[in-house]
């Protein structure tokens, strides 16, 4: 059985939780997304885990995206994944970045993040992995 192609854009909700202040990685990554052709709604900084899924709800992401350069990216994730469970949105893909040392990827996937980019991913990379969980979750 073939899957229907999308009609609309992919909806991606960027978010930069916690404490961090800084976003410029974030606004590249947000840039690039757009240039991609998805739709991306970046909700700024200091973002509890809270608002991040209520954002997510109401714009009815496709996928949740964060930036983390904190080094809070366990707990934050942590707190997340039982909002996303709450909010019923568990079928949305969900992706973090940012310094995130390789050693912790594992537990973040364990967690439920499904793709983990470091401070140097390469933004081609980013879109093609979207895309392809996208595609894949489509089937």
Known sequence: MMSTPRKDKIRILLAKPGLDGHDVGAKVVA???IDAGFDVRYTGLR???EDI???ARDFDA???ALSVLSGSHIP???????LIDEYQLSDRLWIAGGNIPAEDH????EIGVDAVFNTSSSLTDIVAAIEEKI????R
């Open 31 to 33: 840039r690039a997304l």
């Open 47 to 49: 973002q509890r885990p």
């Open 53 to 55: 899924v209520i954002a």
């Open 62 to 64: 496709d996928v949740i």
């Open 76 to 82: 934050i994730c942590t707190r997340l994944k039982v």
């Open 106 to 109: 594992d537990c973040l996937r």
């Open 135 to 138: 595609l894949e979750n489509a």
